[in-house]
């Protein structure tokens, strides 16, 4: 039941050689704005360091949208100036510019080295554990239920009375099965 | 194309779109269901990947207009606010979020209550029998017995999703305060349930769900209409509602893959196509009978658009909470502020739900934290950020305006040639309060906490997943679209089941709302089948 193919708008997988459309140039030019952006510092290196063209190639695969406009932000036309290149962009193409700033944060925030320093190890499974949670040990939700209904009584307009409303967690009956474990169909249709 | 006429002819299989047509072909009913997107396997979708938050920003975006996929449609957007959806076997629920509030008793009675909009038809104690059947079928994780709602005779069916570090602390903080909070209601799983696997905390809910814990209805329903006998056609554009001499419904003329046109007739139609493309392709439908399109003798089809103005405050703590983990559905919720109190200026109120706060690439990209995040400091800005925030989204309640409206474009077109909906929206003064005072609210919640920095975004562009409100029901055919029943006035045999029914927008994400509503319709179409009119 999956639409994906090689050829989808779905696939990760751009053209065969992306790098192919950056000329020397044009790889100097995004060195140099990269190192601007995010130099080396704090115990970091720097973009210009990271952005290798495996991380280059891995963005623009990823995301071949990209490579117009990074082709555009990289044109020779703008300049050796970094700082102007960047102003130049900001004010007459900040789309182009976002793009740029894209290409270099991608490349450099999906190495593993800086990962690793950031201390950031990507998505992580996390089993979601069972059992009451801690909250109501501490009496969290105690302390909400002490308040009383909060909803508005749309009959009189005021805060809700509830009578008999439970003050405390333990007042409710705390079921950890919570029911069938299927969701069954929507109807009860006896027709 | 089917051998005889469908009973029932769904366009969208979204969320209500896939709920009607369950409980229809349950029912016995012969139903066909048009879906311009297509099946996405697990396997799809970007959270496993390095690339994901690449692709979240393209490929995966909630905004058509950056996807720019072929099964989306362009939308023209004159608003602050743009307009979100995805296209496809179960709709927008492949990229919601998974927050599964109830609107609130006070929500149907705003014109009652606070002397503005209109009240609802029908109320919260007539939904809820339905509110329990669709948090069986979707699959809701909750710690019952939230005081912000009525007390429940249901317990649901899942106990609640972690709250996660974050959570903890802002809950400890609203002790402290005195304030409402509770963990969040999630149509996510939190054990195995109903064949799928349960949450693992991921937190890329809005690109797909790769586990399938996330109540999507590709997942929760269509496979079960389909055994029922259900027929689901994937890349069929609708291009309009036809209709016969006797004012009736006949079924939807529609483009496939190859752009030939079809025909597929019914004898009755529901439309669950989301709040922008139902009052499009009503317009779209217009005839010699139906000038101004079809069901808008009352005009109002397309008008009082409601998206909710969403601020985001964040607040930074010294210590790590590992908070680009947990389901993004919302940790925990705060109804505190919700209802009405004239003091403020304003009237109404929001809901606010605690959400992680995304990856590296989102944190060091320039943000609400503002343009200046480059050169030496950046480093210090992502450290201090990723993985160190807490996130309040503000949902502000969205009252009616009928200038806020869907109009079809006369210069874009989509990629079959059909007009594109343009979208014409302003934030009202009211909501313009209310977010004010709600962020300072916020704010005062996070520097209890204990956050060292709180940063705001006071209205998110990209933050119009509800779309509510351009076929309203109500009593009276001249000032609704449609009848108590989800029924519109003007055609006796077309259904509308989407957000787009929504009197007023509420304050809370509206998707369990709008799951029980179509469910309600849908029962109503099974006992009134044998006086329902059909065309001959």
Same mark, same amino acid.
């Given at each position: 039941?999956?639409?994906?193919?090689?050829?989808?708008?779905?696939?990760?997988?751009?053209?065969?050689?992306?790098?192919?459309?950056?000329?020397?140039?044009?790889?100097?030019?995004?060195?140099?704005?990269?190192?601007?952006?995010?130099?080396?510092?704090?115990?970091?290196?720097?973009?210009?360091?990271?952005?290798?063209?495996?991380?280059?190639?891995?963005?623009?695969?990823?995301?071949?949208?990209?490579?117009?406009?990074?082709?555009?932000?990289?044109?020779?036309?703008?300049?050796?100036?970094?700082?102007?290149?960047?102003?130049?962009?900001?004010?007459?193409?900040?789309?182009?510019?976002?793009?740029?700033?894209?290409?270099?944060?991608?490349?450099?925030?999906?190495?593993?080295?800086?990962?690793?320093?950031?201390?950031?190890?990507?998505?992580?499974?996390?089993?979601?554990?069972?059992?009451?949670?801690?909250?109501?040990?501490?009496?969290?939700?105690?302390?909400?239920?002490?308040?009383?209904?909060?909803?508005?009584?749309?009959?009189?307009?005021?805060?809700?009375?509830?009578?008999?409303?439970?003050?405390?967690?333990?007042?409710?009956?705390?079921?950890?099965?919570?029911?069938?474990?299927?969701?069954?169909?929507?109807?009860?249709?006896?027709? | 194309?089917?051998?005889?006429?469908?009973?029932?002819?769904?366009?969208?299989?979204?969320?209500?779109?896939?709920?009607?047509?369950?409980?229809?072909?349950?029912?016995?009913?012969?139903?066909?269901?048009?879906?311009?997107?297509?099946?996405?396997?697990?396997?799809?979708?970007?959270?496993?990947?390095?690339?994901?938050?690449?692709?979240?920003?393209?490929?995966?975006?909630?905004?058509?207009?950056?996807?720019?996929?072929?099964?989306?449609?362009?939308?023209?957007?004159?608003?602050?606010?743009?307009?979100?959806?995805?296209?496809?076997?179960?709709?927008?629920?492949?990229?919601?979020?998974?927050?599964?509030?109830?609107?609130?008793?006070?929500?149907?009675?705003?014109?009652?209550?606070?002397?503005?909009?209109?009240?609802?038809?029908?109320?919260?104690?007539?939904?809820?029998?339905?509110?329990?059947?669709?948090?069986?079928?979707?699959?809701?994780?909750?710690?019952?017995?939230?005081?912000?709602?009525?007390?429940?005779?249901?317990?649901?069916?899942?106990?609640?999703?972690?709250?996660?570090?974050?959570?903890?602390?802002?809950?400890?903080?609203?002790?402290?305060?005195?304030?409402?909070?509770?963990?969040?209601?999630?149509?996510?799983?939190?054990?195995?349930?109903?064949?799928?696997?349960?949450?693992?905390?991921?937190?890329?809910?809005?690109?797909?769900?790769?586990?399938?814990?996330?109540?999507?209805?590709?997942?929760?329903?269509?496979?079960?209409?389909?055994?029922?006998?259900?027929?689901?056609?994937?890349?069929?554009?609708?291009?309009?509602?036809?209709?016969?001499?006797?004012?009736?419904?006949?079924?939807?003329?529609?483009?496939?893959?190859?752009?030939?046109?079809?025909?597929?007739?019914?004898?009755?139609?529901?439309?669950?196509?989301?709040?922008?493309?139902?009052?499009?392709?009503?317009?779209?439908?217009?005839?010699?009978?139906?000038?101004? #399109? %079809? /069901?808008?003798?009352? @005009?109002?089809?397309?008008?009082? !658009?409601?998206?909710?103005?969403?601020?985001? +405050?964040? =607040?930074?703590?010294?210590?790590?909470?590992?908070?680009?983990?947990?389901?993004?559905?919302?940790?925990?919720?705060?109804?505190?502020?919700?209802?009405?109190?004239?003091?403020?200026?304003?009237?109404?109120?929001?809901?606010? #739900? %605690? /959400?992680?706060?995304? @990856?590296?690439?989102?944190?060091? !990209?320039?943000?609400?934290?503002?343009?200046? +995040?480059? =050169?030496?400091?950046?480093?210090?800005?992502?450290?201090?950020?990723?993985?160190?925030?807490?996130?309040?989204?503000?949902?502000?309640?969205?009252?009616?305006?009928?200038?806020?409206?869907?109009?079809?474009?006369?210069?874009?077109?989509?990629?079959?040639?059909?007009?594109?909906?343009?979208?014409?929206?302003?934030?009202?003064?009211?909501?313009?309060?209310?977010?004010?005072?709600?962020?300072?609210?916020?704010?005062?919640?996070?520097?209890?906490?204990?956050?060292?920095?709180?940063?705001?975004?006071?209205?998110?562009?990209?933050?119009?997943?509800?779309?509510?409100?351009?076929?309203?029901?109500?009593?009276?055919?001249?000032?609704?679209?449609?009848?108590?029943?989800?029924?519109?006035?003007?055609?006796?045999?077309?259904?509308?089941?989407?957000?787009?029914?929504?009197?007023?927008?509420?304050?809370?994400?509206?998707?369990?709302?709008?799951?029980?509503?179509?469910?309600?319709?849908?029962?109503?179409?099974?006992?009134?089948?044998?006086?329902?009119?059909?065309?001959?």
């Amino acid at each position: 039941m999956t639409a994906s193919s090689a050829s989808s708008p779905m696939s990760t997988t751009g053209g065969s050689e992306p790098l192919a459309t950056l000329d020397a140039g044009s790889r100097a030019h995004l060195a140099a704005i990269a190192g601007r952006l995010i130099p080396e510092a704090h115990g970091m290196p720097s973009a210009a360091e990271v952005l290798t063209d495996d991380r280059v190639r891995f963005v623009l695969q990823a995301r071949p949208d990209l490579v117009e406009p990074l082709r555009g932000a990289l044109r020779v036309e703008l300049g050796d100036d970094v700082q102007a290149r960047l102003d130049a962009l900001g004010r007459g193409d900040p789309a182009i510019l976002g793009a740029l700033h894209l290409v270099i944060v991608a490349g450099y925030y999906t190495d593993r080295r800086v990962r690793e320093l950031i201390g950031y190890p990507g998505q992580l499974a996390i089993e979601v554990k069972s059992g009451a949670p801690s909250y109501l040990d501490e009496g969290l939700i105690d302390a909400v239920l002490a308040r009383g209904p909060v909803w508005r009584d749309p009959v009189t307009g005021r805060r809700a009375e509830v009578a008999g409303a439970p003050r405390t967690y333990k007042e409710r009956v705390w079921s950890t099965t919570a029911g069938s474990t299927q969701g069954g169909n929507d109807g009860g249709d006896s027709t | 194309m089917a051998s005889e006429p469908a009973d029932v002819l769904i366009v969208g299989a979204g969320a209500s779109g896939a709920v009607v047509a369950l409980r229809l072909a349950e029912a016995g009913f012969r139903v066909v269901c048009l879906e311009q997107g297509d099946w996405h396997d697990l396997a799809d979708y970007p959270g496993v990947r390095l690339d994901w938050e690449l692709q979240q920003r393209k490929t995966w975006a909630t905004s058509p207009n950056i996807r720019q996929l072929p099964e989306d449609y362009p939308i023209v957007e004159d608003s602050p606010v743009s307009p979100l959806m995805f296209n496809g076997v179960g709709g927008s629920t492949l990229i919601f979020a998974g927050a599964w509030p109830r609107a609130l008793p006070s929500d149907f009675r705003v014109r009652s209550l606070d002397g503005v909009a209109d009240d609802w038809p029908i109320d919260y104690f007539e939904l809820l029998p339905y509110f329990y059947r669709t948090d069986r079928a979707f699959g809701v994780s909750a710690l019952p017995g939230d005081p912000a709602y009525p007390p429940d005779t249901d317990e649901a069916p899942m106990p609640p999703l972690p709250i996660g570090s974050a959570g903890l602390k802002i809950a400890r903080a609203h002790t402290r305060l005195g304030w409402h909070w509770w963990p969040e209601f999630n149509a996510i799983n939190s054990t195995p349930y109903d064949g799928r696997r349960p949450c693992v905390q991921r937190s890329t809910c809005q690109s797909g769900c790769n586990e399938g814990a996330k109540a999507s209805t590709d997942l929760t329903h269509w496979p079960k209409a389909i055994a029922k006998g259900a027929r689901l056609i994937t890349g069929a554009r609708v291009r309009r509602i036809e209709t016969n001499d006797a004012g009736l419904a006949t079924g939807a003329t529609w483009i496939d893959r190859e752009g030939a046109e079809r025909f597929e007739p019914a004898s009755v139609v529901v439309l669950a196509a989301n709040a922008i493309g139902t009052p499009r392709l009503l317009l779209l439908s217009a005839s010699g009978r139906y000038p101004d #399109g %079809l /069901a808008n003798s009352s @005009g109002l089809v397309g008008r009082r !658009l409601m998206m909710h103005p969403f601020a985001n +405050v964040a =607040g930074l703590f010294e210590e790590p909470l590992m908070s680009w983990q947990g389901q993004f559905g919302d940790l925990i919720e705060s109804l505190e502020f919700y209802e009405t109190d004239e003091k403020r200026g304003f009237v109404r109120g929001a809901r606010w #739900g %605690l /959400a992680p706060t995304g @990856g590296p690439i989102n944190t060091a !990209l320039p943000s609400r934290a503002g343009e200046q +995040v480059w =050169g030496p400091d950046h480093h210090l800005h992502v450290r201090t950020h990723l993985g160190h925030g807490a996130n309040w989204g503000i949902f502000a309640e969205d009252l009616p305006d009928e200038t806020n409206r869907v109009t079809l474009s006369t210069t874009v077109t989509d990629s079959s040639g059909i007009p594109a909906p343009e979208v014409h929206y302003s934030m009202a003064e009211n909501a313009r309060r209310m977010l004010d005072f709600h962020i300072e609210r916020a704010t005062e919640s996070m520097l209890e906490a204990g956050a060292f920095k709180v940063e705001v975004d006071r209205l998110m562009r990209y933050s119009g997943w509800h779309l509510l409100g351009t076929a309203r029901m109500g009593d009276d055919p001249e000032t609704s679209v449609l009848d108590p029943w989800n029924r519109t006035h003007d055609v006796p045999n077309l259904y509308i089941v989407d957000g787009s029914c929504f009197v007023t927008s509420s304050g809370v994400n509206p998707t369990s709302t709008i799951a029980a509503i179509a469910l309600r319709a849908a029962d109503h179409i099974v006992e009134s089948r044998f006086n329902q009119q059909v065309p001959a």
